[in-house]
């Protein structure tokens, strides 16, 4: 039996010939990333350890995005931690205020990551990487720890699902929409430490942003990561973001899949999540009268040009209904730059929105949009919980951008239909 994608990758960075699935390899990294909630843990633990420097300081990501700008004394403290560590073991990749981003839309444009690397996080939604071929996941601070001091990580081979997706998507469907349907299909814990690859025609209608958002929700499926082949879409984007070369890696023919889902792209309507998993999901059509409080347009999952763009151009001419709070966060300051200059900002100012610095601050109640008690909110982030983005008491429905531009306007959740686009 031949291999999956993600398989071989790992195969080749344990230095072997073969894996199979449930295997124990220990597999050399190519980059290890950490954030201002989890870093200074694996700072702290990597001082335990008799190792004192990194095992490569080209390879090493550290990015406070979570409570930055700081929210209070205990953010700024655990900035501060990640700052003088950064200086001390000369990393070279650190990024912060001024020039930093949301961590997993800022690696790829940075060049960071690339086809067939093997990268692990101190984040759940590393395994946003896989748009671009990688193999890239979550894992625990001490774990963050050890790859910082060794680059190296055990993993056991994950079995895998295979995606074909065929088709055209529909106007405003987009790659948010698509993998809320798949997490609706197969639940929360449906690719349970699995390998999702998504294969088929229907990907050279998909774009980078829509591989990214798509990649970055494997994890709400339970998923060991998520992955996509390297076709022309990916290499261009390599080429344009990076000088690190990549190693394209293709499944066999004969490569064992648990199971195998058709998803015709063309059937599929904007999806909304309702509170308070990512897999109860409902068509635009059956989502009945609900009125919100609050929308958020951003994060590592929908922050990038074309979100940003697709809510502009829903948004241009219009206002957002009164009383509404409209909070969008571009994930770069690149992209808040090209959103500037493209009149994006403007058009969002003008509708009565506001546009903040890069953070990842509303989606995990953080600050920067918290919500009260009975509140609810639209948001194109990626996880809805109880208590996800405040009060316990408060809901979160995760949609795309399109989605949450309609809804802003019409003071409750609405498909771009319903302004007439």
Same mark, same amino acid.
């Given at each position: ?18 894996v ?47 409570f ?7 953010s ?16 070279t990749?650190?990024?912060?205020i001024?020039e ?30 896989g ?27 994950p079995?895998a699902?295979?995606f ?6 529909l106007?405003?469907?987009?790659g ?6 798949i ?39 339970g998923?060991?990561? @998520? $992955?996509?082949?390297?076709d !022309? /879409? =990916? +290499? ?34 904007s ?9 109860n ?30 809510a502009?151009?829903i ?14 966060f571009?994930?770069?300051?690149a ?13 969002f ?13 509303p ?5 920067? @949009? $918290?919500?009260?008690?009975? !509140? /609810? =909110? +639209? ?13 316990v ?6 949609a ?5 531009a309609?809804?802003?306007v ?12």
């Amino acid at each position: 039996m031949g291999m999956t994608m993600t398989q071989k990758i790992l195969a080749a960075h344990a230095g072997l010939d073969k894996v199979t699935a449930g295997q124990l390899i220990e597999a050399n990294l190519d980059l290890v990333l950490g954030n201002d909630v989890t870093a200074p843990v694996a700072i702290h633990e990597m001082q335990k350890m008799t190792i004192k420097k990194v095992f490569d300081k080209e390879k090493i990501a550290l990015i406070p995005d979570h409570f930055t700008p700081n929210k209070d004394i205990k953010s700024a403290e655990h900035c501060k931690c990640m700052r003088e560590f950064a200086m001390e073991q000369e990393i070279t990749n650190y990024f912060e205020i001024g020039e930093m981003g949301i961590e997993h839309a800022l690696l790829p444009e940075k060049g960071l990551v690339v086809a067939g690397d093997v990268v692990i996080g101190a984040d759940s939604h590393t395994c946003t990487y896989g748009a671009l071929g990688a193999f890239s996941t979550g894992v625990g601070s001490t774990d963050m720890a050890a790859g910082m001091a060794t680059g190296k990580a055990w993993f056991k081979v994950p079995s895998a699902l295979k995606f074909v997706l065929t088709g055209k998507p529909l106007p405003w469907v987009s790659g948010k929409d698509v993998i809320l349907h798949i997490i609706g299909i197969i639940g929360v814990d449906g690719a349970l430490y699995k390998s999702m690859e998504f294969v088929g025609e229907g990907l050279q209608n998909l774009s980078m942003d829509d591989r990214f958002a798509m990649a970055n929700m494997a994890i709400e499926a339970g998923a060991k990561n @998520g $992955i996509f082949p390297v076709d !022309e /879409k =990916a +290499v261009r984007y390599m080429q344009d973001h990076s000088k690190k070369e990549f190693k394209i890696y293709e499944a066999d023919e004969d490569a064992e899949y648990e199971q195998t889902y058709t998803i015709e792209l063309s059937t599929l309507q904007s999806t909304v999540a309702f509170p308070h998993l990512p897999e109860n999901t409902r068509p635009i059509d059956q989502v009945g009268e609900i009125k919100i409080d609050q929308v958020v347009i951003g994060s590592c999952t929908n922050g990038r040009i074309e979100d940003l763009r697709t809510a502009a151009k829903i948004l241009e001419g219009r206002k957002v209904a009164k009383g509404m709070r409209v909070i969008i966060f571009p994930a770069t300051q690149a992209i808040y730059l090209q959103a500037m200059e493209e009149g994006l900002l403007s058009t969002f100012i003008k509708a009565g929105a506001v546009v903040s610095t890069p953070t990842c601050g509303p989606c995990l109640g953080g600050h920067m @949009g $918290i919500l009260a008690a009975g !509140e /609810k =909110a +639209v948001a194109t982030t990626n996880r809805n919980f109880v208590g996800r983005m405040g009060h316990v008491d408060s809901e979160v429905y995760l949609a795309s951008p399109a989605v949450a531009a309609a809804s802003a306007v019409t003071g409750k959740i609405s498909g771009p239909s319903e302004l007439g686009l």
